[in-house]
């Protein structure tokens, strides 16, 4: 229940490379801001949780729409704050047709592999088309300065982005994932509007692929330095007993800084190549501080038995806020406006469920 | 009276107006250099109090007042139809949270030593067959991955078991073995698993162990007891209630850590499974006209055979697997066995 806040997803999020050149405008940079704190998120996740567990899931929904309440009215920049709209009825409307698809296909596993087999095909037919309701309803039910958010992508560019880089990742093993991320962000950026005004997404896939290779180069560099040199010396000073301890943290070390790396890179990636109109973003999310960071919640948590959550999760978003600013080519104040029908949340929901959600 | 002051934008364009708010009886009034609107607020949605962030009222319209007072605000609205619900405004009170605190460890508490087991046994009974046996061929292929080797025993004597056993009455219903199984396993020594569908998997190590027939036959209806009773679907049950719990609790914080905790919280027979299979064998091995004793009698070679060579230092890659471990309270059991005689 309690994910990453979507807002985060939507908006804030991933990577890489150097920050854009200092704006050609005569506005002053924007700095992205969080005004939520850990403390005053605990009571806010508590209730959240004592209520869902009570009446056995149905208040998840109302929890889902305080969470993302709470994010996004706590994101700051140029003086004005986000809005999220989605009701608690459209949430669980979304979760009973997830839940009805989700019964359906293991039903269908446990008929015989044929039927298996029917259902995985059935699911990557109308996946597609629920991730685009997902994107719609997300974009339709956040707000800036009382303009919505829209998402435009048409049903046939969501299935031949999905199908055809679904395919992709199959063929080539994985290897092509680096390309499907980036087709991914572009299908959703280069759709995605507040107001009139259009975002527009400029990271190439071999930006991506540089920033996959720089990752799993530091994975591998860490695992050697801390599993090899570390768990060596130890081992040279107290025998093998002594450096058996060394490789799993080795092993956890190595995937925090690896995290942090990718997910601080990839949100300099995403913004520091996106515009939006005549504006521009400027994203300096550094490896260092997210990774104190990610220990720190790691530790707290693990020591608190997840009574420190809430904070974690407060502690990541200031940070990823805290380095983002808007460079802005005109006042901010002209978004306009534009009319569109209501957006229901089956897609977004069911894209939840089956953890096949886009997150950028 | 209260006046605040707030950011008004007008829901078609994102500049922003600077404005006074304040109520009059059941109206929001709105007055700044361009806005001056008067609204009922029964008309007017309100984002809900999360503890000091910035409030958002939204007109029918479209349009939105950003206040950043939220207290202040809950001060204004009192009595009006805007004020805030109870979940909104608990979080703000201390005494909500420590009580939430309270009744999380109390439900958490009360949840897992009553209410997982009802839960599980329920389900557990309701599960279909089909989904029984590909629980039980999962489980299967993983026990052949640890340990478990091709069987050296004749066919011959194979043959002689399953037949015996099969010609036993079960003790309730028809409940039946799907397929006796046997595997040699130097490793895991002594040995005998139901597995959810009914397999049974017996080690040669049990087969040598046992001083006559009517000790494998004991063993072999205590299994038949989990499988009757369905304990291992039960856990497997559990598992997965306690890791939708975990992913509920920690979010997505890792899958790894939810999936081990699940496991490592049922992956063992409680002592109470254990003495309802136990029961279940002493039922049916009356009826069949075998003395129960033969059944304490193994368990108590088992027993003796795994402390001799645990003493030899050879036991201790055993220790996470054994049937001892999966199978609690062994001299307790023993003792209940002989005294039903």
């Known amino acids: 229940m309690d994910s990453t806040p979507a807002f985060p997803k939507t908006l804030l999020n991933e990577p890489g490379s150097a920050p854009v050149e200092s704006?050609?405008?005569?506005?002053?940079?924007?700095?992205?801001?969080?005004?939520?704190?850990?403390?005053?998120?605990?009571?806010?996740w508590l209730v959240n949780l004592v209520l869902t567990l009570v009446t056995l899931g149905i208040y998840s929904a109302w929890a889902k729409v305080r969470r993302n309440q709470y994010f996004y009215s706590n994101t700051w920049v140029a003086g004005a704050n986000f809005n999220f709209h989605g009701t608690p009825y459209a949430i669980l409307k979304g979760r009973a047709v997830a839940l009805v698809l989700l019964a359906a296909y293991n039903f269908a596993g446990t008929l015989a592999t044929k039927f298996l087999v029917l259902a995985v095909v059935a699911l990557a037919l109308i996946m597609p088309w629920f991730l685009r309701r997902g994107l719609i309803f997300r974009a339709r039910n956040s707000s800036y300065r009382s303009i919505r958010f829209r998402f435009t992508g048409s049903n046939g560019n969501a299935y031949?982005?999905?199908?055809?880089?679904?395919?992709?990742?199959?063929?080539?093993?994985?290897?092509?994932?680096?390309?499907?991320?980036?087709?991914?962000?572009?299908?959703?950026?280069?759709?995605?509007?507040?107001?009139?005004?259009?975002?527009?997404?400029?990271?190439?896939?071999?930006?991506?692929?540089?920033?996959?290779?720089?990752?799993?180069?530091?994975?591998?560099?860490?695992?050697?330095?801390?599993?090899?040199?570390?768990?060596?010396?130890?081992?040279?000073?107290?025998?093998?007993?002594?450096?058996?301890?060394?490789?799993?943290?080795?092993?956890?070390?190595?995937?925090?800084?690896?995290?942090?790396h990718y997910v601080s890179g990839m949100q300099n990636l995403v913004w520091n190549n996106m515009t939006l109109g005549p504006h521009r973003f400027r994203s300096e999310a550094r490896v260092g501080p997210l990774f104190r960071i990610m220990m720190k919640n790691a530790l707290f948590t693990i020591f608190t038995l997840g009574l420190y959550r809430p904070y974690a999760v407060v502690n990541v978003m200031k940070y990823r806020a805290e380095t983002m600013s808007l460079l802005p080519g005109a006042p901010v104040d002209e978004f306009l406006a534009q009319v569109e029908r209501e957006a229901s949340a089956v897609g977004a929901e069911t894209a939840d469920l089956f953890d096949l959600e886009i997150s950028l | 009276m209260i006046t605040l002051q707030a950011d008004y934008f007008d829901g078609k364009s994102a500049r922003s107006h600077a404005v006074q708010v304040r109520v009059e009886g059941s109206a929001l009034v709105v007055e700044g250099a361009n806005v001056n609107r008067r609204e009922v607020c029964k008309t007017l949605t309100i984002s809900e109090a999360l503890g000091n962030t910035a409030r958002t009222i939204t007109f029918p319209d479209g349009a939105t007042l950003l206040i950043k007072e939220s207290d202040l605000l809950e001060r204004m609205l009192d009595g009006t139809s805007l004020s805030s619900s109870f979940a909104a405004t608990a979080p703000n009170k201390k005494v909500w949270v420590i009580a939430s605190v309270v009744g999380l460890m109390a439900l958490v508490g009360v949840g897992y030593t009553f209410g997982l087991p009802w839960a599980a046994k329920s389900m557990a009974h309701a599960l279909p067959p089909k989904v029984l046996e590909a629980i039980g061929d999962g489980a299967l292929g993983s026990f052949d991955s640890m340990g478990f080797a091709t069987t050296k025993l004749a066919e011959s004597r194979r043959n002689e078991i399953i037949k015996k056993f099969e010609a036993m009455k079960p003790h309730v219903g028809n409940t039946k073995v799907r397929r006796i199984l046997f595997r040699s396993s130097p490793e895991h020594g002594a040995n005998a698993v139901a597995l959810p569908d009914g397999t049974m998997v017996v080690t040669d190590e049990l087969v040598a162990l046992a001083q006559n027939d009517n000790q494998i036959m004991g063993v072999m209806c205590h299994e038949l007891g989990h499988v009757a009773y369905r304990h291992g679907a039960q856990n497997v049950v559990e598992g997965a209630i306690v890791a939708a719990f975990l992913s509920v609790y920690l979010g997505d914080f890792s899958t790894i850590v939810t999936g081990a905790a699940a496991t490592l919280a049922v992956s063992h027979y409680s002592r109470q499974s254990e003495r309802e299979a136990d029961d279940y064998a002493i039922a049916m091995m009356r009826a069949n006209?075998?003395?129960?004793?033969?059944?304490?009698?193994?368990?108590?070679?088992?027993?003796?055979?795994?402390?001799?060579?645990?003493?030899?230092?050879?036991?201790?890659?055993?220790?996470?697997?054994?049937?001892?471990?999966?199978?609690?309270g062994t001299a307790e059991r023993i003792a209940h066995i002989e005294a039903a005689r």
């Open chain 1, 23 to 44: 704006a050609p405008s005569h506005f002053p940079e924007e700095r992205f801001s969080f005004s939520g704190s850990g403390a005053e998120y605990f009571g806010i």
């Open chain 1, 160 to 260: 031949r982005t999905f199908i055809v880089w679904g395919l992709a990742m199959l063929v080539s093993f994985g290897l092509a994932a680096p390309a499907v991320a980036q087709r991914l962000r572009a299908f959703h950026f280069n759709n995605l509007n507040l107001g009139t005004t259009s975002f527009r997404f400029t990271a190439t896939i071999r930006q991506f692929y540089k920033l996959w290779a720089r990752t799993s180069l530091l994975w591998f560099a860490a695992m050697f330095c801390v599993g090899i040199l570390v768990g060596g010396t130890l081992a040279a000073i107290g025998g093998w007993a002594a450096a058996a301890p060394a490789l799993p943290i080795a092993a956890i070390l190595s995937f925090w800084l690896t995290r942090a």
């Open chain 2, 289 to 328: 006209k075998l003395p129960p004793k033969a059944l304490a009698d193994l368990l108590a070679r088992m027993d003796h055979d795994y402390r001799a060579q645990k003493k030899a230092g050879k036991a201790g890659k055993r220790e996470m697997t054994d049937y001892f471990s999966s199978h609690p």
